[in-house]
C-alpha cells in the first residue's frame, strides 16, 4: 500500500513539474476576485418585501423559464453572479443553489453560475435583472465599481460588442451576455444550458 501511495505521489509531483516552473492553471478556469465587492448578495430590499420592480411582480406560480448566461469582468477577474436574485424569502436551499422560495420574479437565479431563468412573454433585459439584484448598472457604474474617467464599461452579447446603455441588453433564450470594467478578457467559453432551459 505504501508503495502504491509513493508512486502516485510521485506521478503527481513529475506531472506538476514537466517543463515547467510550476503547475499549469487551466486558462479558462474562472479567477474570481476578492470579497466583497466581487461577491454581492443576492437578496435586495425590493424583492426581500416582494415589491413590484419596474412592471415586474413576484408570484407564487413557477411557470415556464428559459435560460441566458451571463459573466461579469472586473479588472480581468470573474464576480459571482449568486443563487437567489429574484426569489423573495424564505429560500428552500439545497447546497448553493436555490430551490424555491416565497415567490419569484419573470428574472432570477437558481444557481451560482450565471443562468438567468426569464420567464417568456415580455421583453426582459439586463436593466430588468439588475434592477431586481439591487445592483447598478450603467455606463458609469457596474455592481460597486465606478468606470474611471478615461475607462470605458464594455458589454459583449453572443460575442458581438454591444452598443449603448447596457441595461438595454435583451435576455434571449440561450442568449450570452458579457459585461467587463478594465481589462479586456479574451476567454469566451461557450455555456452548455441544462435542458428544460
Known sequence: MRRLLALALGLVVASAGCGTDGPRLDPTAPRFGPAPRYRPTALSPATAARRALHGLRCAGAPGPRFGAHLEIFV??????????????????????????????????????????????????????????????????????????????????????????DPRAIPLRRHGSVVVELGRHVTRRPVYLFPDGL
Request: aromatic share 8%; with cysteine.
Open 75 to 164: 479588472h480581468g477577474l470573474d464576480v459571482v453572479i449568486p443563487a437567489g436574485i429574484g426569489i423573495a424569502p424564505p429560500h428552500r436551499r439545497d447546497g448553493a443553489y436555490v430551490r424555491g422560495g416565497g415567490c419569484s420574479y419573470p428574472v432570477r437565479t437558481s444557481e451560482p453560475t450565471g443562468v438567468i431563468e426569464v420567464r417568456p412573454g415580455r421583453r426582459l433585459t439586463l436593466g430588468h435583472f439588475f434592477a431586481l439584484w439591487g445592483q447598478p448598472l450603467g455606463p458609469h457604474r457596474l455592481l460597486g465599481f465606478r468606470v474611471p474617467a478615461r475607462g470605458e464599461l464594455r458589454a459583449f452579447v453572443d460575442g458581438r460588442s454591444w452598443r449603448g
